[in-house]
C-alpha cells in the first residue's frame, strides 16, 4: 500500500469522514467533516464512497509527499495550489506521480478545505469511523512525519465539478427548537429578525455569535442535542453546536438548523453575518 508524508501539516487539520452516527447514545460525539457537502464533493468528484476518509484543513493548507502514484480533489474553501511547481485553484482533480509534493495554501474565503484521494485515507477505525477525536482515536491532529495510507493508482472522471455557491449564503434554514415557544413574541421576532455576526469563539465543537438576545429563561434538565442546535446561554449568547460537539446540554434549544445549514455555517469566517429562517 502506498503512503504519503506529512512535510507541514497546517493548523489543526485532521482525518474526517461521515462520522460516528451511532453512538450517540453513549455519549459519543458526531464528528466528522465540518463541512459535509464539500468533503462528499470530494469523493464524488473521485468516485469514491461518501464515507470515505479526507484530510480536513483548518484555514492553512498542507504540504505532502506522495511516494505512489494517486488521483487527488481539492475541495471546500478556495486555495491556491501547487505540484511540482504547476499551480492549480480549487475545486480541482489533479493526478500525482511518484515523488510529488504537493503544497496547498491558506483558505482564502471560508474555514475548511478538504484533500480527497483516490479510495480514501487508509486510517485507523475506531466506532465506526476513522474522524479524529481526542479519547476515541491516539491521533488528535495531523502532525509532521506523519504517515498515511492509500491505494495507488486508479483514474477517474473530472466532470462533476459544482463549486457549491450556496456555501457563501448568509440565510440559514432551521427549525423550531424544543424551546422556541418559551420566548416572548417579540423575542422570537428578535431572533429571527436579526442578523447575527460570527464570533472570534469558534472550533469544531461550536460557533458563538456576538449578538446577544435579552431573555428570562432557565436552564432545562440536561438533554439531547445535535449538531446544529442553537443554544441560548443565561448571558443571552447564541452557540451554534457544530460535528464535535457534546450530545446533551442544559441551555435552551431555541433553534436547530437544516443539514445544509450546518454545512454552510460552517464556512463562515470571524465578522461574517448570518440570519435565520424557519423551514417549514
Known amino acids: 500500500m502506498a503512503r504519503l508524508t506529512i512535510l507541514n501539516p497546517g493548523f489543526n487539520s485532521t482525518i474526517q469522514d461521515i462520522g460516528r452516527l451511532e453512538y450517540r447514545a453513549y455519549g459519543v460525539p458526531h464528528s466528522g467533516a465540518m463541512d459535509q457537502d464539500s468533503s462528499r464533493l470530494a469523493n464524488q468528484l473521485l468516485n469514491n464512497q461518501e464515507s470515505d476518509?479526507?484530510?480536513?484543513?483548518?484555514l492553512s493548507g498542507v504540504e505532502i509527499i506522495f511516494s505512489e502514484p494517486t488521483q487527488i480533489a481539492i475541495t471546500g474553501a478556495h486555495c491556491k495550489i501547487m505540484l511540482q511547481h504547476l499551480g492549480y485553484e480549487s475545486p480541482c482533480v489533479i493526478a500525482v506521480k511518484t515523488g510529488d509534493v504537493l503544497q496547498i495554501g491558506a483558505a482564502m474565503d471560508g474555514n475548511f478545505i478538504y484533500l480527497g484521494i483516490k479510495n480514501g485515507f487508509q486510517t485507523e477505525v475506531s466506532l465506526g469511523s476513522r474522524s479524529y477525536y481526542t479519547g476515541?482515536?491516539?491521533?488528535?491532529?495531523?502532525k509532521k512525519g506523519d504517515h498515511l495510507l492509500y491505494d495507488s493508482g486508479?483514474?477517474?472522471?473530472?466532470?462533476?465539478?459544482?463549486?457549491?455557491?450556496?456555501?457563501?449564503?448568509?440565510?440559514?434554514?432551521?427549525?423550531?427548537?424544543?424551546?422556541?415557544?418559551?420566548?416572548?413574541?417579540?423575542?422570537?421576532e428578535q431572533l429571527l429578525g436579526t442578523s447575527f455576526t460570527i464570533s472570534k469563539l469558534w472550533n469544531r465543537m461550536a460557533f458563538q455569535l456576538e449578538e446577544t438576545l435579552v431573555h428570562t429563561l432557565s436552564a432545562i434538565k440536561s438533554s439531547p442535542v445535535l449538531p446544529g442546535t442553537i443554544q441560548l446561554t443565561p448571558d443571552g449568547?447564541?452557540?451554534?453546536?457544530?460535528?464535535?460537539?457534546?450530545?446533551?446540554?442544559?441551555?435552551?434549544?431555541?433553534?436547530q438548523l437544516t443539514e445544509e445549514a450546518v454545512n454552510i455555517i460552517s464556512q463562515k469566517r470571524v465578522g461574517e453575518a448570518v440570519d435565520f429562517i424557519i423551514k417549514n
Do not use: C, H
Not at 136 to 141: A, E, P, T
Not at 156 to 171: A, R
Open 154 to 188: 486508479g483514474v477517474v472522471s473530472t466532470d462533476k465539478f459544482n463549486d457549491m455557491e450556496s456555501k457563501w449564503n448568509s440565510s440559514l434554514k432551521a427549525y423550531v427548537g424544543p424551546e422556541f415557544y418559551l420566548l416572548s413574541r417579540k423575542q422570537q
Open 53 to 58: 476518509a479526507v484530510i480536513e484543513m483548518t
Open 136 to 142: 476515541i482515536l491516539d491521533s488528535s491532529f495531523l
Open 237 to 255: 449568547k447564541l452557540i451554534v453546536l457544530m460535528r464535535d460537539a457534546q450530545t446533551t446540554g442544559g441551555y435552551p434549544r431555541v433553534l
